[in-house]
């Protein structure tokens, strides 16, 4: 069984940053692929970022891409995302996953095996 905790939530003013961290148990952290959704009140949980195991390939949603950056420390079974540049559309409930079959597309909701209880972001305008 994998744990996933995440951390790092608040509130932000429009135009500032977060970090947002998800801390995973088990000893095979390295071998999975993981990535961080997010969902907004009245929405579906929509793909924000991902990164393969071995850290070499990223994936971003094109409204984050060049503001947001995902990176993980497999020594540390830790995944992270670095939010800069906030927008008031970048406020929801974020959520660390993991996926244990690597290979299949981290876009999609349903490679996933492992979920967070999310945390989460306010951006104020």
């Known amino acids: 069984q994998v744990r996933l905790v995440e951390s790092g939530g608040g509130l932000v003013q429009a135009g500032g940053s977060l970090r947002l961290s998800c801390a995973a148990s088990g000893r095979t952290f390295s071998t999975y692929d993981m990535g961080w959704f997010r969902q907004a009140p009245g929405k579906e949980r929509e793909f924000v970022a991902a990164?393969?195991?071995?850290?070499?390939?990223?994936y971003y949603a094109d409204s984050v891409k060049g503001r947001f950056t995902i990176s993980r420390d497999n020594a540390k079974n830790t995944v992270s995302l670095q939010m800069n540049s906030l927008k008031a559309e970048d406020m929801a409930v974020y959520y660390c996953?993991?996926?244990?079959?690597?290979?299949?597309?981290?876009?999609?909701?349903?490679?996933?095996?492992?979920w967070g209880q999310g945390t989460q972001v306010t951006v104020s305008s």
């Open positions: 990164i393969r195991w071995s850290g070499g390939t990223t």
């Open positions: 996953a993991l996926a244990r079959n690597v290979g299949l597309s981290l876009l999609i909701r349903s490679s996933y095996d492992y």
